[in-house]
């Protein structure tokens, strides 16, 4: 697996990581503890180096990651956030300082490990200034609790004001093929700032690998359900990217989502994406895209045909979508 550096900040990872959320949270019941801790090691034994994890996503999600990487916890780099009242993201944003150094305690005893290589804030609060929240990660990194710190889903103006008081070591935000929104103004602040991109939902939260269409049923808590882009009329106006890129893929004896991944590794040499799976076949596939090599013609091509199509469907409930961006 080749290695990546987050922007300017020295923080090498595999140009691929492994986003541990759904293995307990967002895509229907929670998957074996064994199970989890088994998909996370064969992760790294294939070169993956860089785990994704949050107190949201409930304390079995740390446990499992810090219990899985536990034999090669110098080897890898851990990712997790805090910004959520009592770590569930239902109730709404807590970014207060005291509440950012309970949950750094929580997740150091949870992942068992004795510092938090990346710490995320998971959304902007606008109760708190954020020359407070960088501030407090700035005292936690002083402390040797924190060695990076990260923000996920933040506009332009708070990675700014962030970044002027504690280097931000990397954006964590939607991106992928059919999510490009962050092309318009977030890639060049976090070029011109040195900070690297880490997008979540790289493969279009499963729907760019082609194992999903409009007959799909998901799981009554799989937040899929109210997510505009997957309704079924949806999805049907939508099969025709996942043909387009399956042509693709055909033609360069890889799969959807390989290319969908390539593509993303083409962008930026500091973009590492976190594709999530609870699948031993889907995380070798996964994995394998570092090794998918697209020519600017490829790019220009999927591009292009990506250009002609409309994309049906808003990406969040209106709701969730209030809080990014901020």
Known sequence: ????????????????????????????????????????????????????????????????????VAPFRKEVVIATKFGFKDGDSRKGQDSHPA???????????RLKTDVIDLFYQHRV?????????????????????????????AGVASIRKAHAVQPVTALQSEYSIWWREPEKEIIPTLE?????FVPFSPLGKGFLTGAINEHTKFEPTDFRNIVPRFTEENRKANQKLVDLLTVIATDKKATPAQIALGWLLY????????????????????????????????????????????????RYPAALQSRVGK
């Open 192 to 196: 011109e700032l040195g900070i690297g």
């Open 99 to 109: 509440r950012i150094r309970a949950v750094a305690e929580e997740s150091l005893r």
């Open 125 to 153: 609060d606008p109760n708190i200034p954020m020359e407070d929240v960088a501030g407090t990660v700035k005292e936690l990194i002083a402390e040797g609790k924190v060695k990076h710190f990260g923000l996920s889903e």
């Open 1 to 68: 697996m080749k290695k990546r550096i987050l922007g300017n900040s020295g923080l090498e990872v595999s140009a691929i990581g492994l986003g541990c959320m759904g293995l307990s949270f967002g895509y229907g019941p929670a998957t074996d503890k064994q199970q989890a801790i088994k998909l996370i090691r064969e992760a790294y034994e294939q070169g993956i180096t860089f785990f994704d994890t949050a107190e949201a996503y409930g304390a079995a999600n740390e446990e499992v990651v810090g219990e899985a």
């Open 267 to 314: 962008q930026k040499p500091w973009i590492v994406p976190i594709p999530g799976t609870t699948k031993s076949h889907r995380l070798t596939e996964n994995i394998g895209a570092a090794a998918v090599n697209l020519s600017a013609n490829d790019v220009k091509a999927i591009d292009n045909a990506f250009a002609n199509t409309k994309i049906q469907g808003e």
